[in-house]
T-cell receptor, first 108, second 116 residues
Framework: RKEVEQDPGPFNVPEGATVAFNCTYS??????FFWYRQDCRKEPKLLMS???SGNEDGRFTAQLNRASQYISLLIRDSKLSDSATYLC?????????FGQGTELSVKP | GAGVSQSPSNKVTEKGKDVELRCDPI?????LYWYRQSLGQGLEFLIY????????KSGLPSDRFSAERTGGSVSTLTIQRTQQEDSAVYLC??????????????FGPGTRLTVT
């Protein structure tokens, strides 16, 4: 079993749609949680950290459920520019463990 | 300011040859990480440096892989006797301190390695 598992993609949605990504992690000792965004043939960039209380950044909302070892990302009012691969990431000590990523394609 | 830089951006090599990949972290960042991303796969952790020492080498896939960091700055990842399964994008990241739970890692553009 992979340490971090994500919904398989791709997700193809129209502009303005709301889309949700889910992720589970296997190591209960994981300490911090993040969503990264990776554009095609580019390096990953931090989108947002994920906290147990849930956190929001504009159209993006991230939530963490430690008991279920589950992380989510909600994107509201999707834009064409949101098209990318979204990586669920877990931090364990000195390293980041990445999920395989979920590809999102937003169409006009 | 300058971000993480990596060289070369692309490398094509024949099976069995050795390759060296270079990473120049953000100035002042003490922690440096190497990952690789195979086609259609997520990033796979290889090794992490805090200063010049490597507290975690657990991700190196075989003894053909080694890395060093000198002067607390530039790092090189060496792959000896390359195999076709080594073909991937090798990404380097740096952070202010080697605590992945609290400090953002900034990634370089990667080196795309193709072993023929």
């Amino acid at each position: 079993r992979k340490e971090v598992e994500q919904d398989p993609g791709p997700f193809n949605v129209p502009e303005g749609a709301t889309v949700a990504f889910n992720c589970t992690y296997s190591n209960s000792a994981s300490q911090s949680f993040f969503w990264y965004r990776q554009d095609c043939r580019k390096e990953p960039k931090l989108l947002m950290s994920v906290y147990s209380s849930g956190n929001e950044d504009g159209r993006f909302t991230a939530q963490l459920n430690r008991a279920s070892q589950y992380i989510s990302l909600l994107i509201r009012d999707s834009k064409l520019s949101d098209s990318a691969t979204y990586l669920c990431v877990v931090a364990q000590g000195g390293k980041l463990i990445f999920g395989q990523g979920t590809e999102l394609s937003v169409k006009p | 300011g300058a971000g993480v830089s990596q060289s070369p951006s692309n490398k094509v090599t024949e099976k069995g040859k050795d390759v060296e990949l270079r990473c120049d972290p953000i100035s002042g960042h003490t922690a440096l990480y190497w990952y690789r991303q195979s086609l259609g796969q997520g990033l796979e952790f290889l090794i992490y440096f805090q200063g010049n020492s490597a507290p975690d080498k657990s991700g190196l896939p075989s003894d053909r892989f080694s890395a060093e960091r000198t002067g607390g700055s530039v790092s090189t990842l060496t792959i000896q006797r390359t195999q076709q399964e080594d073909s991937a994008v090798y990404l380097c990241a740096s952070s202010l301190v080697g605590d992945a739970t609290s400090y953002e890692q900034y990634f370089g553009p990667g080196t795309r390695l193709t072993v023929t």
